[in-house]
């Protein structure tokens, strides 16, 4: 499945480090998938988690102070495949079907999650 830009799939990505977010999109770009957008807060990322056109996310636990549980429940509910990045060991049994990304991560391991949540969103989505 490809949009219109030829892109595999559109991502969100949560994350309130400047760095990691463009080391995040920057791989994503090398794997043919596109940004739906990038939130550092989780009141940004709500927002977007409710408007905008979504294949999977990318959310750090822990950005400016807040969990990103609230986005994931809106994504889960919106049949959006969940990514946790995260350094720490957080509890995430109310998500049976999201991966977990242990921070740091490499491209290869980006990849193989990003394979993973594709893999399982069967139906194709209109460009």
């Avoid at 949009?3 to 760095?19: I, K, M, S, T, W």
């Avoid at 939130?39 to 990318?58: N, P, R, T």
């Amino acid at each position: 499945m490809t949009d219109a830009q030829g892109n595999r799939a559109r991502a969100l990505v949560v994350e309130d480090e400047a760095l990691i977010a463009m080391m995040i999109e920057e791989m994503l770009t090398d794997l043919d998938c596109g940004i739906s957008g990038i939130a550092g807060s989780v009141a940004e990322a709500l927002q977007m988690a409710e408007q905008h056109e979504i294949d999977f996310a990318i959310l750090d636990l822990n950005v400016a102070g807040g969990q990103t549980y609230p986005v994931a429940d809106v994504l889960v509910q919106r049949g959006i495949p969940v990514i946790f990045a995260s350094g720490g060991h957080q509890a995430m049994a109310d998500y049976p079907d999201a991966l977990q990304l242990p921070k740091p991560f490499s491209f290869h391991d980006l990849s193989k999650a990003v394979d993973g949540v594709l893999s399982r969103t069967q139906s194709p989505r209109p460009a």
